[in-house]
């Protein structure tokens, strides 16, 4: 007498299985059947396309496990596609570009492989920051889009706002008692890209609500990047609190990178307006102010001629790269 054992499927249906060695010939499944099977594994992409990989392997005499190797290669591939689109559309950038569309020959201080090391897994595994600084138009939110959908592709989720856009709605959400539930946008994802520090004009509770989001993301070594036209000292003015500026900048670069971006504007270099516009001192001769002709270097000017970033003498450094 043959033994008969009864087994339980994860969808809870019981099958009853033969111990026997012999292989059915067909298991008599109709379309209706296949698709039921296939929608309830979520295989839709499989669904699709089973029909016509199944024609083409009797056509060529595939193996079984050709035939399966094809399917699932394929699955993965569709389903990987699908994460990505999803995850850029959730990223809310303002526009898409990648690291192979940025014109590095712009650039006379920074270097391709600079930025090559905030493409790899690295970046976001060891919780690197990175502060991108220079005048309007030198790209600095193309490459902060471009290494947060590289983030994306790595595997990783990325959102990209403004500084003004981040500062209002956790105002707001201070304001009406919600703000630890509004932190979580801003906390969660791997990669934050906070665009436009000290562009616009902020609330006198900006560095309030900027230094909650970035002292949760340092301590769980989160990575954000920031883009910005101010120098480094110009923060604390920005966000009305310099203790505070300073104290999220230092979070910010205990493992990030201040690099510069120099060069034309990408958006008005058709125009040549570097030639088109006086210099400074012909400005100055235009406005009415005096300016010496030889105009003698102090401490502050010296010390800081490599770094254009800091403008003004600051009352303490932090690491700052030019590339």
Known sequence: MKKRTRTCDSFGASATAKTTDSTPKSLELSEGQLEAHFRRLNLAHTRRIYKDVASRAEKENWSYRDFLALLLAEEVARRKQTRLQRCTRSAHFPFFKTIDEFDFTLQSTLRESVIGSYLSLDFVTEGRSLILHGKTGRGKTHLAVAIGYRAIQNG?????????????????????????????????????????????????????????????????????????????????????DEDMAAAILDRVLERGRFIHLDGPSGRTRHLNLEEILPTSKERARISGITVPEFPEPTACKVAHHSNPAFGACPTRSWRTDLG
């Open 156 to 240: 990783f989720e990325t959102l990209f706002t403004t500084a003004a856009e981040l500062i209002e709605d956790l105002s707001n959400a201070g304001k009406k008692g919600h703000l630890q539930e509004s932190l979580a946008t801003y906390t969660h994802p791997h990669v934050l890209v906070i665009d436009e520090v000290g562009y616009l004009t902020y609330g006198p509770d900006a560095a309030n609500v900027l230094f909650h989001v970035v002292n949760d993301r340092h301590l769980r070594k989160r990575p954000m990047i920031f883009t910005t036209n101010k120098s480094l000292t110009e923060w604390g003015k920005v966000l009305h």
